[in-house]
Every structure is written in structure tokens, then in C-alpha cells.
């Protein structure tokens, strides 16, 4: 993979890369698809990240589905796949790892203790192998994606991050490779996120901005849906992920919830337009 990335250089080629732990939807094939739109040469890495999983998490169940990722991506012309092994990745005797201090420790971070450490070594390493001129993350996450972003501008690496916009299935809920644990009921459960999400950009639309009210009429739709146990609601600060308590600048409504044992997780994106700083576009 390294000599690859050397020669698409030397051949001053533009480097897609859309980094995967597999098990490959439609959400991961957005990212594909753009990649290919705006580069000569798209790669994708499929590697189930061993750092990011706590010890109660779910690695060992995590789904791996190489052969039919590899399908995908093949029908979807990407040059190459990069596959490590976690040997390859951390040999014996590792002991350097990224944390971005400050953004790391909090929500995601508070929840799953270690999660951006492991996120933020594995994506340095995925740069330095690769090579890519540009990286593509999908907002869902959005305190991974921010907290890349930070650690690119803070070590000078030379690759641009492009966020790209959640994927939804049709009734919604975001796509997410741990909605395959979810079992039917779980699954009409999972719609309290996007519900509860939605009710406050309704909220938003007609003119709410502090941000306890929104947060309240969020928990009010968790309430609604016993099946769904609410791990935390937040409306934070897109830039410093620090809690707002009125909307006058560019902000994330973040929330995380457990549908039986799977945590998942969404987002609503909210930006002042920069004609009207009253006047919210929204981002879901």
C-alpha cells in the first residue's frame, strides 16, 4: 500500500481515500461514490479498529463481511482496498497512540473512555500509509470527524477531510453498520432518534433557541419510547463540541441512545445562514 501511495504521487495523482471497518451500506458507498467523482484514484480501507472498542463493546461480534464489501467496492471502481491485519497495524511492541486533548473526553469520549485515542492513531496511520489527497467521513460521527479535523491542522498532515451528509434508510434512521444487531422491535424502537431529532429542528423552526427548551422536548420523545434507553442529549458547539445555551452560531444536536445492547448514535447540524444570522439551515 505504501509503494502504491508513493507512485500515485510521483504520477501526481488526486488519492481518495474513504477509510471502513466494513460490513459496507449505503452510507459508506455515498462516501465511495463521491470519492470517485472528485479523484482519479479512490481507496478504501477495511480494518475493524481493535483500539476504539472498549472492553464491554462489541469487537469480537463486530460484523465482517470482506467478501461482499469487496464486491461493493469492486462495482463501485475503487482502485484498491487496503485490508490489514491488526499485527500489521500494531505490531508487537506498539506504544505511540494520538489523543486530541480537549474534545476527546467528552460525550463519545465520556461514554466510551479511549474510543477517540484508538479512532485518532488508526486514522493517522490509515494518512501515512495511504497517502490520500483527500479523506472522506460521513457526519453522522460527527465528534470523530471534528476531532480528525483537529489533529490534521494540529500535526500538519497533508490531506484534506471532506464531511459528507448522513445517509438515512427511507422511514429515517440513520445507517449504521450496528443496526444489524437491532432485532424488529428494536428496530421501530431505533426511530426514537431521528424522531426525537426532528421535533427539535420543528422546534427550531419556529423560532426556539435556547437550548434547554429543545433539549427537554427531545427527552419528552424518549420518554415516549420505553424500548429506547436515553444515553445523553446535547446541543454543543460545532467547533469546540462545548454545550450551548442558545443557538446564535454554528451547532450540532447530538444524541445516543441503547436499543436493547446496541448504542447507537445521530446528529442534527444547525448553521446560521450567513446572509440572516437568524435564519437556521438544517442539516439531518
Avoid: W
Wanted: glycine share 6%; aromatic share 8%; charged share 25%.
Amino acid at each position: 500500500m505504501q509503494e502504491a501511495a508513493r507512485l500515485a504521487r510521483a504520477e501526481n495523482k488526486i488519492v481518495g481515500l474513504v477509510p471502513t471497518m466494513g460490513a459496507l451500506h449505503a452510507g459508506h458507498m455515498a462516501l465511495v461514490e463521491r470519492a470517485r467523482r472528485e479523484c482519479s484514484q479512490v481507496v478504501t480501507s477495511i480494518f475493524v479498529n481493535p483500539t476504539q472498542f472498549g472492553p464491554k463493546e462489541d469487537l469480537a461480534k463486530y460484523p465482517r463481511t470482506f467478501e461482499a464489501d469487496s464486491q461493493k467496492l469492486a462495482e463501485a471502481g475503487v482502485d484498491a482496498i487496503f485490508a490489514p491485519q491488526p499485527a500489521d497495524v500494531y505490531p508487537p511492541g506498539f506504544r505511540t497512540y494520538v489523543n486530541v486533548e480537549g474534545l476527546s473526553d467528552r460525550l463519545e469520549g465520556r461514554s466510551r473512555p479511549g474510543h477517540f485515542r484508538g479512532v485518532a492513531t488508526v486514522v493517522l496511520k490509515l494518512f501515512e500509509i495511504c497517502q490520500p489527497t483527500y479523506a472522506y467521513f460521513g457526519r453522522k460521527d460527527a465528534q470523530q470527524v471534528r476531532i480528525i479535523s483537529q489533529m490534521v491542522r494540529d500535526l500538519n498532515v497533508d490531506v484534506e477531510i471532506v464531511i459528507c451528509p448522513i445517509v438515512r434508510e427511507h422511514d429515517g434512521l440513520a445507517l449504521s453498520s450496528r443496526n444489524a444487531y437491532l432485532s424488529a422491535d428494536e428496530r421501530k424502537a431505533a426511530l426514537v432518534l431521528s424522531r426525537a431529532l426532528t421535533a427539535a429542528r420543528d422546534e427550531l423552526g419556529s423560532g426556539t433557541r435556547d437550548a434547554l427548551a429543545l433539549q427537554t422536548t427531545m427527552q419528552k420523545v424518549f420518554a415516549g419510547e420505553p424500548r429506547a434507553a436515553l444515553d445523553y442529549v446535547e446541543i454543543v458547539d460545532a467547533d469546540t463540541f462545548e454545550p450551548v445555551t442558545r443557538i446564535a452560531r454554528p451547532c450540532y444536536v447530538l444524541v445516543a441512545a441503547f436499543l436493547g445492547k446496541t448504542r447507537l448514535i445521530d446528529n442534527l447540524y444547525i448553521e446560521p445562514s450567513p446572509s440572516n444570522p437568524d435564519e437556521l439551515q438544517f442539516h439531518l
